[in-house]
Structure formats: structure tokens, C-alpha cells
């Protein structure tokens, strides 16, 4: 009887530290478009139903958001200048620990559109054939691995609306150019699924990080790859 007293004591215990305990949260903002900090993102806290301004980022493009108490909390991170679309992160931390929260925002539509003809035009549109050599061609891939690569892809997707009220998934193909630097440009769709799901697959894959470039006698070269971008609702 003793034990059980003692046992129900330690959780009761437990549980009254566990909701005193407060925690802090990093959140880390960079533009996808450049993958560089953004300075002076706005941050609001979503409480219950009320909306607190937390700050401003820093030139690191990080603002510390302290004494937070609820397990779960909403960020909205707005950029002053519309530069970028205004962003939502949901945090859910039951053990109240530290932990940094890094996100991404993408450029406004406008503006997205004009990056991404921009950098086409700055490369050329076609691959290194006469300059690869296929007995000394090593090949191109994501930097970090297709492992980060697609965890970023996973961490990005914005699934379309359209697609979800409809139970659309599904594989959209996509080719594209790696640069001799390892920007990607030239972004196409090989196998459709829904135009919506082609669009986000393909807005999705023009921000990822540059790749390592392939080489061919030692020298970066510029080639072609297909990837598929998964869609699944499950």
C-alpha cells in the first residue's frame, strides 16, 4: 500500500513540474529562394485564440522565444516587406525541452515566378554532351545525399488544397538541369499527375539546395536528371 502511495505521489509530482517547467524555442528563418538568413521576420505566437507579437529575427535571421509553457504553440512568420509568403509552424514539445525550429519561407507568387526565369536565363538549357566522357563520368547528386534531399523535399511540400479534397496522389516525374556549380534550372514535368500536384512538385524541386555537379575528366560538367516527387495522403 505503501509503494502505491508512493508511486501515485511521484506522478502527481511529476505532472505539477511538467506543467511549471517552461522552454524555449529557436526560430531560424531563411529564404528558400537564397537559402541565407532573413533579417527582421516578424513572429507571432498563436495562444489559445489570441496572437502575440514575439519579435523580430536577427541577423542570423533567429529570434529566442522564451518561458513558453504549452506543449503545443503556432508560430506565424510574417515578412514586413511581402517579399516572401507569410508562413505557419506548429510546434508540438511534450517534454517542454530547448529546441531550435527552422523553416524556410518562399518567395510572394510575383516574385517566385521572376526568380525562376531569371535563373534559367543565366544558364544554358541544355546538357554537356559533347563534353562527357562516359568512362570517366562521375555522376551528379543532392549535397548531403538523397537522404537530406529528401527529407528537405518532405519538409517543404505544400500539398495543394485542391488535391486533398479530392484524394489525388501519386508520382509527378520531373527533369532538370545540374549546373556546372550545381544550380538547379530547366525544371520540366516528364509524367503528370494533376496540375496541381505538378506545379507544387515542380516550385518544390526549383528551391532545393544546389547539387554536387557531375564531373567528367575531372571537370564539372552540366547534366541531365530525372527524379520522382512523391505525393501521398497517407
Request: aromatic residues 8%; glycine residues 4%.
Given at each position: 500500500?505503501?509503494?502505491?502511495?508512493?508511486?501515485?505521489?511521484?506522478?502527481?509530482?511529476?505532472s505539477?513540474?511538467?506543467?511549471?517547467?517552461?522552454?524555449?524555442?529557436?526560430?531560424?528563418?531563411?529564404?528558400?529562394a537564397?537559402?541565407?538568413?532573413?533579417?527582421?521576420?516578424?513572429v507571432?505566437?498563436?495562444?489559445?485564440?489570441?496572437?502575440?507579437?514575439?519579435?523580430?529575427?536577427?541577423?542570423?535571421?533567429e529570434?529566442?522565444?522564451?518561458?513558453?509553457?504549452?506543449?503545443?504553440?503556432k508560430?506565424?512568420?510574417?515578412?514586413?516587406?511581402?517579399?516572401?509568403?507569410?508562413?505557419?509552424?506548429?510546434?508540438?514539445?511534450?517534454?517542454?525541452?530547448?529546441?531550435i525550429?527552422?523553416?524556410?519561407?518562399?518567395?510572394?507568387?510575383?516574385?517566385?515566378?521572376?526568380?525562376?526565369?531569371?535563373?534559367?536565363?543565366?544558364?544554358?538549357?541544355?546538357?554537356?554532351?559533347?563534353?562527357?566522357?562516359?568512362?570517366?563520368l562521375?555522376?551528379?547528386?543532392?549535397v548531403?545525399?538523397?537522404?537530406?534531399?529528401?527529407?528537405?523535399?518532405?519538409?517543404?511540400?505544400?500539398?495543394?488544397?485542391?488535391?486533398?479534397?479530392?484524394?489525388?496522389?501519386?508520382?509527378?516525374?520531373?527533369?532538370?538541369?545540374?549546373?556546372?556549380?550545381?544550380?538547379?534550372?530547366?525544371?520540366?514535368?516528364?509524367?503528370?499527375?494533376?496540375?496541381?500536384?505538378?506545379?507544387?512538385?515542380?516550385?518544390?524541386?526549383?528551391?532545393?539546395?544546389?547539387?554536387?555537379?557531375?564531373?567528367?575528366?575531372?571537370?564539372?560538367?552540366?547534366?541531365?536528371?530525372?527524379?520522382?516527387?512523391?505525393?501521398?495522403?497517407?
Open positions: 500500500m505503501q509503494k502505491l502511495l508512493f508511486i501515485i505521489t511521484a506522478l502527481v509530482l511529476s505539477q513540474l511538467l506543467a511549471a517547467k517552461t522552454y524555449n524555442i529557436t526560430v531560424r528563418v531563411e529564404s528558400l537564397t537559402h541565407t538568413p532573413l533579417t527582421g521576420m516578424l507571432t505566437a498563436v495562444l489559445k485564440k489570441d496572437k502575440v507579437p514575439m519579435g523580430q529575427t536577427d541577423a542570423k535571421g529570434l529566442v522565444v522564451k518561458g513558453l509553457k504549452a506543449k503545443s504553440i508560430f506565424i512568420i510574417t515578412d514586413p516587406s511581402n517579399s516572401h509568403r507569410e508562413h505557419s509552424l506548429n510546434i508540438y514539445n511534450p517534454t517542454k525541452a530547448d529546441q525550429a527552422a523553416l524556410g519561407l518562399r518567395l510572394n507568387s510575383n516574385q517566385e515566378a521572376a526568380f525562376f526565369k531569371a535563373t534559367d536565363a543565366k544558364y544554358p538549357a541544355q546538357p554537356d554532351l559533347d563534353a562527357i566522357n562516359a568512362n570517366d562521375v555522376d551528379t547528386n543532392p548531403g545525399g538523397f537522404e537530406e534531399f529528401q527529407k528537405y523535399i518532405y519538409m517543404n511540400m505544400e500539398y495543394p488544397d485542391d488535391c486533398i479534397e479530392q484524394n489525388i496522389s501519386g508520382k509527378v516525374y520531373l527533369s532538370f538541369l545540374v549546373q556546372k556549380d550545381g544550380t538547379i534550372t530547366h525544371v520540366m514535368t516528364e509524367k503528370s499527375v494533376h496540375p496541381s500536384l505538378d506545379a507544387e512538385a515542380t516550385r518544390v524541386l526549383r528551391y532545393a539546395p544546389k547539387w554536387n555537379p557531375a564531373t567528367s575528366n575531372g571537370k564539372p560538367v552540366i547534366t541531365l536528371v530525372r527524379v520522382p516527387i512523391v505525393f501521398n495522403l497517407n
